[in-house]
Nanobody
């Protein structure tokens, strides 16, 4: 059964850090790129980051460069999103999803064919 399961969300103070995980199963993980999205209340789902299969290529939305780092461990079928210097505006539900497309399409949800259920990140004092 194809699954993507996010974890690692929670409540953190501004300036803090969180590491999200996306554990996948049911498909050949190393043949798919993975993207992270987020959706804040009342806003559209926003592309955050993308990582390629085995070449290490990564992509970030401009506003998050330098604070967020995406990585993957193909031996563990897991993708990570390290989030540092968190701000209240980072509050959202974070989703991971798989894609066969290049980072040119990283922010287009229609290019992803399987999604996790999301994990809540709340940045607040």
């Amino acid at each position: 059964q194809l699954q993507l399961v996010e974890s690692g969300g929670g409540l953190v103070q501004p300036g803090g850090s969180l590491r999200l995980s996306c554990a996948v199963s049911g498909f050949s993980f190393d043949t798919y790129a993975v993207g992270w999205f987020r959706q804040a209340p009342g806003k559209e789902r926003e592309g955050v980051s993308w990582i390629g299969t085995t070449d290490g290529n990564t992509y970030y939305t401009d506003s998050l460069k330098g604070r967020f780092t995406i990585s993957r461990d193909n031996a563990k079928d897991t993708v990570y999103l390290q989030m540092n210097s968190l701000k209240p505006e980072d509050t959202a539900i974070y989703y991971c999803a798989r894609t066969i497309y290049s980072p040119l399409y990283y922010s287009d949800p229609n290019r992803y064919d399987a999604w996790g259920q999301g994990t809540q990140v709340t940045v607040s004092s």
